[in-house]
């Protein structure tokens, strides 16, 4: 028995009325990629481009107005949903852009310092000086390694990770090693893309209290997914994209605490970002407004607040539990097949929706190809977390994801089609 | 099922018992080409032919999907112990029947004709490509785009690489 009605909410997404490769039913399992959207969310954002449309934050007309109102609003509700205040969400492009946006507050906190410039009240908790480390995972999306690696690189930071244990979770010994007194930042994911672990985030700040580190948690696996709540979970940013919860693609949300924040000199700068502008200088604006420069994508905010309230009347408890049902079975019957091995935890205990999976003597691309030709349609490759297939010594995996639009005849399609590759391929 | 036009049979039979793969332990120039999407990986060396410094000799050692694999294998067939000029005719064969802006043409890629139905799955042309840009991006470096500079050729025939 499912904690949603898929069926209703299945009507709910156009895309999934189409058919796909000789008009076979699609089946959808690569949300953790991207998730489809509802009427609700596309209707959202043509309202505002048929109502209102216009550039928020400019302009002395009606439509400036109430386009600044929808968009102000959409943060509003937004913060909300993983219990913020909207003063402290900051939207950005995508995950990435937010990730990067706290790694650059750092860089410009520390040439900014270097050259003896004037920087926001409380910024030495961005100086990088020699000797310093920044910790991340071993299980990282490339989004949250690779600025960290850039900014160490520029810096002369030092990066060390957490290592996995064999079962696909963070080694608690390594968390209180890797993690010392010369560590800035501890960044890593609230749950795995690739793996589906869910990492146990108060262990992670404990040891990062201790030491007096920042915590950046990447949320892009864990908002579209459960219940979160900056307040109970302790970090210092958290940071998420729109389009994985229903969303549009091309917004993304970071949300930090405002002495962070408030402290933080920009990123990406131009109009909209300053409180005084010279030809020899300009002042900021106080955040989020210091870290959105040019015109927002009012639209798209309206967008992923129309997602949220749809999540929200769902509830994010029901799409949990609906989710860990599908995670079960599935990863029940794709261990029952021989010759297929789940790379992740096979406990379904701190476990979210993502399965990847390898089909001994086929390549996942292979795999994926025969998935394709049956209609369903999953992520193939090292996922962006090419350090994860290192560490557990395959090339690459497959990887399906569920959400709530999937329901078990989702689950027995993989499950036949992953049956028929292994025929075609006579492995 | 479109499936059989992507993964005919000589495919997988290239696939399945790989033609050539191993590295040699001399050569004049070594490559190292990945592709990023999926992680499928080669290693291809090239070295001259000492009886005939017109001809390169190719090895290699890759993982990768079925469809990497497979070229790879045929890649082997077709250019190990060829000219430059003819490997180079045969890249661009590929890559054109990868376009599809060209029909395939048994005489210049052997078995690689059968990889005509990866161009329907522009996902799949990467994997198919990967060790034919190999081959060139390690001819190239070998010296043989002058292959009448026997210099070149002469001073890296024996070199045990970089």
């Known amino acids: 028995m499912s904690a949603l009605n898929v069926a209703a909410i299945r009507a709910d997404f156009p895309i999934l009325r189409r058919t796909v490769r000789d008009e076979r039913r699609l089946v959808y399992l690569d949300s953790g990629a991207t998730s489809q959207k509802p009427f609700q969310v596309l209707d959202a954002e043509r309202n505002f481009y048929e109502t209102c449309n216009s550039a928020v934050h400019r302009g002395a007309h009606q439509l400036a107005e109430e386009a600044t109102d929808a968009y102000e609003a959409a943060r509003a509700n937004i913060a909300a949903f993983i219990g913020g205040r909207p003063a402290d969400l900051v939207f950005t492009k995508n995950a990435t852009e937010a990730i990067n946006l706290v790694s650059y507050a750092f860089l410009n906190a520390t040439l900014k310092s270097q050259q003896g410039k004037d920087l926001p009240p409380g910024s030495e908790k961005f100086i990088l000086n020699a000797g310093d480390e920044i910790v991340v995972t071993e299980m990282e999306h490339h989004a949250n390694l690779i600025p960290w690696q850039e900014l160490c690189d520029k810096t002369g930071a030092t990066l060390k990770w957490i290592a996995l244990t064999d079962d696909g979770r963070l080694d608690p010994k390594s968390i209180q090693e890797v993690i010392g007194s010369r560590t800035r930042i501890v960044a890593f994911t609230h749950q795995s893309n690739l793996l589906g672990t869910i990492n146990d985030v108060a262990t ?11 915590v950046l948690l990447d949320a892009c696996q864990s908002v579209p ?5 900056v307040a109970q979970l302790g970090v210092d940013f958290l940071m998420w994209s729109g389009h994985k919860m229903l969303g549009p693609l091309g917004i993304g949300c970071l949300w930090g605490r405002e002495e962070l924040l408030s402290a933080m000199p920009p990123f990406i700068s131009g109009g909209s970002m300053i409180e005084t502008v010279t030809m020899q200088g300009s002042t900021f604006a106080p955040p989020p407004a210091r870290f959105e420069a040019g015109v927002p994508m009012a639209a798209q ?3 992923l ?11 994010m408890d029901n799409v949990q539990e609906h989710e860990h049902m599908l995670t079960q079975a599935a990863l029940t019957a794709l261990s029952a097949i021989p010759g297929v091995r789940i790379i992740g935890p096979t406990d379904i205990k701190d476990r979210g929706s993502a399965v990847s999976f390898v089909v001994d003597g086929i390549h996942p691309h292979d795999v994926g190809q025969v998935l394709d030709d049956l209609g369903v349609a999953v992520r193939v490759g090292h996922h962006c977390a090419w350090p994860v297939c290192r560490r557990y010594d395959v090339p690459a995996t497959t990887r399906a994801t569920f959400y709530i639009y999937n329901d078990l005849d989702d689950v027995d399609a993989l499950v036949q089609a992953v049956v028929a590759a292994k025929e075609f391929f006579g492995a | 099922m479109k499936l059989e036009s992507l993964y005919q049979e000589i495919i997988l039979d290239h696939y399945k018992h790989p033609h050539g ?7 004049a120039s070594e490559v190292h080409h990945v592709n990023p999407t999926c992680g499928d990986e080669i290693t291809l060396r090239v070295s001259i032919n000492p009886a005939n410094p017109d001809l390169l000799l190719v090895s290699y050692d890759s993982q990768g999907c079925s469809i990497s694999q497979a070229s790879a294998s045929i890649l082997f067939d077709q250019l190990n112990d060829q000219s430059f000029e003819t490997g180079e005719k045969a890249v661009e064969h590929m890559v054109a029947m990868m376009q599809r802006t060209q029909e395939p043409d048994e005489d210049i890629l052997g078995d690689g004709i059968a990889l005509v139905g990866v161009a329907q799955y522009p996902a799949r042309v990467k994997c198919a490509l990967l060790s034919w840009m190999a081959w060139k991006d390690a001819a190239i470096q070998a010296g043989a785009e002058v292959p009448n500079n026997t210099e070149i050729a002469n001073s890296t025939e024996l070199g045990e690489g970089k």
Do not use: C
């Not at chain 1, 997914?225 to 709540?229: G, K, N, Q, S």
């Open chain 1, 225 to 229: 997914h459960m219940p979160v709540d």
């Open chain 1, 204 to 214: 992670v700040v404990t040891r990062a209290r201790e030491v007096d580190a920042l």
């Open chain 2, 21 to 27: 793969k191993g590295l040699a332990p001399n050569f």
């Open chain 1, 301 to 303: 905010a309206v967008g």
């Open chain 1, 305 to 315: 607040s129309a997602a949220v309230d749809y999540l929200r009347a769902l509830g």
